[in-house]
């Protein structure tokens, strides 16, 4: 059960709200804190993704544009021997 509050001034009934005001402000700013540092790092994990995805995709527009170069292996005949 909650404790009974007693004032017996103004200026008690006044530092009492000012320091809940401080309370609850710490307790947000602490919110605020948490939440800010999600986002940053949220942000920072999208920046890396897309700047991978961009590498990637730059890396296999280069690979799809070599020229390409056909070599003929011929089967079934041997080498040559050497002799050493």
Not at 5 to 13: A, N
Not at 41 to 57: G, H, K, M, N, P
Not at 61 to 82: A, D, M, Q, R
Request: charged share 25%; aromatic share 10%.
């Amino acid at each position: 059960m909650a404790e009974e509050l007693q004032f017996h001034s103004l200026d008690e009934i006044r530092a009492y709200i000012k320091t809940d005001l401080e309370r609850k402000l710490a307790l947000e700013q602490r919110k605020i804190a948490v939440w800010r540092l999600a986002k940053q790092s949220i942000w920072l994990l999208l920046l890396v993704a897309a700047y991978l995805q961009f590498f990637l995709i730059d890396i296999m527009y280069e690979t799809i544009t070599l020229p390409t170069l056909e070599v003929s292996v011929p089967v079934g005949t041997s080498l040559p021997k050497t002799r050493t």
